[in-house]
């Protein structure tokens, strides 16, 4: 597998990062506790930093983990929570953070453990979408692009572990 072609530019997630701040900043503005970001370790990180930067709300981090065993570039909709949420999340404003949703079996599987921990709300950021995959469906309060069913990587996106280091949306190719 090799990088190929640059599917959303640096400039375009930039861009766009700032509009989303601009749209929860303004949903939750006046909140009494600061906003819960929840990154959905490893590939939200950049998303999420570069997200929070942006913001005009307090926030508080935290994070969780999660593996869905698969092989290469296919999920299996097997989940399995790696790290678990250290703030108590009860009565408190919470938002996930992920990097893309493919099936959405992993998000689902998320938002589901989160609830019922009793959040005051809980909702959902995410930067890429890729519709045709879906097989749960998935509220998304706030969303960045929608994008073709194509294996990418970059700005937190890995394959092996590789290409998260990336400012661009890139599709990897054989
Ligand atoms: P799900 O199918 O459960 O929505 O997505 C499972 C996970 O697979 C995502 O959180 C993400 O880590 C990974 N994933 C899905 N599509 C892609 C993709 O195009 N590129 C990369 N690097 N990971 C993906």
Partial sequence: MKL??????ADAIQRRVQELAADVSRDYA????????????KGS???????????TVPVNFDYVAVSSYGTGTESSGHVQLLKDLTMDVAGRDVLMVEDII???????FLFDHVQRHRPASLKLCVLLNKQERRITPVPMAYKGFDIPNQFVVGYGLDFDELYRNLSAVHVLEP
């Fill in 30 to 41: 006046g909140i009494d506790r600061p906003l819960i970001l929840l990154p959905v370790l």
């Fill in 45 to 55: 990180v950049c998303f999420a930093t570069d997200l929070s930067r942006h913001l």
């Fill in 102 to 108: 493919d099936t959405g079996l992993t998000t689902s």
């Fill in 4 to 9: 190929g072609r640059e599917l959303v530019s």
